[in-house]
């Protein structure tokens, strides 16, 4: 841990080198953050506001990007940092560092599209005419929660990855099944309604379901989240984290070779 | 006990590629391995067997040997980027290192972007880095070339620049392999006058080379590999002429 502490400045050089790299060929370049969640926003606003009229939501559009930010940004890590190992061979194969620093950068250079994106939620919570209360405090804890969560996926995907190419479709595969899965469209207190118990609390054990439903009830209702639910959402992060970080240690050492 | 303190210490050091199982596995080769398991043994190959060999400190050390002698599997472990199956390997100082065509760069970075991030991934600080990136620019004779993607560099230019931040990194133990022979010959000669400089600063310096003219002319020490194992290591001189004889010593 203190080897990463001394890597601070390679870990910035990281992230500057991953957005650099991802927009350097493209003319939008950054609008590009705001763009997808907006034509995402528009088609879930048209098929779950009119076609399919069963989500009746108040503020409904800021109620779809609780949703959708989160998940988001979930799934543009975890994309990003499963294969991140395997983009940065040639660095890995000639120098010596702790591979960690890998995974890592490439999550935390996705955080400006976090920020990004968490600036129109803003505007649309203004536009709404929604109040700006204390309880939006909970945010920097939520999204922290989920970042902590989605490094722990990150270091166990990536080292995988390296071993087992499949990884990445798996991967993939999952992320469509909890966009599915994850309250982004409707609210988690319908499947509370329509699942039964047993399966309503492994729904809610996806720290994303924990932390979009804890956002929706500081944001829309001015509460704090319920106890329970964010527990489980605190612990299911906390064994990611522990996971993930034996897992790399372990496997780390041989990743240069099977590159 | 020695005079003069090894600074790279190998010992009895052996690397196992495992050629069926070293590649990402798939998952119907998992499946086949699990059924085939009684009848078919792993193909083992050994990159590297039961090595052992120190460097002293400020002492220089040329690698001799065919291709698949082990030579770049051995640099690998000695920058720590893999590790040894069995033995140890002990390097105590900082290595400045440029394993073959341009080490550690990103394409779509430009020239300075790469320095920024090679330089830190060597472990040198944010303010050394701005105190010595005009120097490193002005030694790869990039010029304005310096702020282009290095995807556009010719392979002479990605050398240049390779080189002239392993040697701007301060370091203990520089280590080059082949690259030097890429450059033109008036950059050749600077990189040797710049190696000799950085030796006799006592750093210690390795260098891999086909050429024995290399090896004779910048090391005292060489070391002869063959299919992963020590043919010979002693005066470069004497290794250098047994190597180019092609006679292997009496054992």
Not at chain 1, 213 to 235: G, K, Q, W, Y
Not at chain 2, 8 to 23: A, C, E, G, P, T
Not at chain 2, 78 to 103: D, F, Q, R, W, Y
Not at chain 2, 142 to 156: A, E, H, K, M, Q
Request: proline share 4%; hydrophobic share 50%.
């Amino acid at each position: 841990m203190e080897s990463i502490h001394k890597f601070k400045y390679t870990v910035w050089n990281l992230i500057l080198k991953d957005f650099k790299t991802q927009y350097r060929n493209m003319s939008l370049g950054v609008l590009w953050s705001v763009l997808n969640p907006l034509v995402m926003l528009g088609v879930l606003i048209i098929v779950f506001g009119y076609i399919n009229r069963n989500a009746p939501q108040e503020n409904f559009a800021v109620f779809l990007l609780l949703g959708m930010i989160p998940y988001n940004f979930f799934s543009l890590c975890v994309n990003s940092s499963t294969s991140s190992l395997i983009n940065n061979s040639q660095i890995i194969k000639k120098m010596s560092f702790p591979r960690l620093i890998i995974p890592l950068s490439t999550v935390l250079a996705q955080v400006i599209h976090l920020i990004i994106q968490l600036g129109l939620l803003f505007l649309f919570v203004i536009i709404s005419g929604i109040p700006i209360t204390l309880s939006f405090l909970w945010l920097p804890l939520i999204f922290m929660v989920e970042l902590l969560f989605i490094l722990g996926v990150a270091m166990i995907c990536s080292v995988l990855d390296v071993f087992f190419r499949d990884t990445k479709y798996i991967v993939q595969s999952i992320l469509t099944v909890l966009f599915w899965l994850t309250p982004i469209f409707y609210s988690a207190s319908r499947a509370h309604d329509n699942l039964p118990n047993l399966l309503y609390k492994l729904f809610m054990a996806n720290p994303l379901a924990g932390c979009i439903e804890a956002a929706r009830r500081a944001v829309l209702f001015n509460s704090p989240p319920e106890v329970d639910l964010f527990v489980i959402a605190c612990i299911v992060t906390l064994a990611s984290l522990i996971i993930g970080f034996i897992l790399f240690r372990k496997l780390e050492k041989n990743v240069a070779d099977y590159l | 006990m020695t005079l003069t303190e090894p600074i790279i210490r190998v010992d009895k050091v052996s690397k196992r590629f495992r050629l069926r199982l070293q590649r990402p596995f798939i998952l119907h080769e998992a499946l086949r391995r699990l059924l085939l398991r009684s009848t078919q043994k792993d193909e083992d190959f050994w990159a590297l067997k039961d090595l052992s060999f120190s460097v002293p400190k400020g002492g220089s050390l040329g690698i001799v040997g065919g291709n698949g002698a082990g030579k770049s599997t051995l640099l690998s472990l000695l920058i720590g980027a893999s590790h040894p199956t069995s033995g140890t390997i002990m390097v105590s100082g900082k290595v400045g290192a440029l394993l073959e065509l341009g080490a550690g760069f990103h394409p779509d970075l430009t020239g300075r972007e790469n320095i920024l991030l090679n330089a830190s991934l060597s472990g040198l600080s944010q303010s050394d880095i701005s105190r010595k990136m005009s120097d490193i620019i002005d030694f790869s004779e990039l010029g304005d070339f310096i702020d282009v993607p290095i995807r556009n560099y010719s392979s002479g230019m990605n050398v240049r620049l390779g080189f002239s931040v392993a040697i701007h990194v301060d370091p203990e133990i520089l280590i080059i392999d082949e690259a030097l022979s890429v450059g033109d010959a008036d950059f050749q000669k600077k990189s040797l006058d710049r190696i000799q400089q950085i030796k006799s600063n006592g750093a210690t310096f390795i260098v891999v080379s086909h050429s024995v003219g290399t090896v004779e002319s910048l090391c005292d020490q060489a070391l002869w590999l063959d299919h992963g194992k020590l043919i010979m290591h002693g005066e470069a001189s004497e290794v250098c002429a047994a190597y180019a004889s092609g006679s292997f010593p009496q054992a």
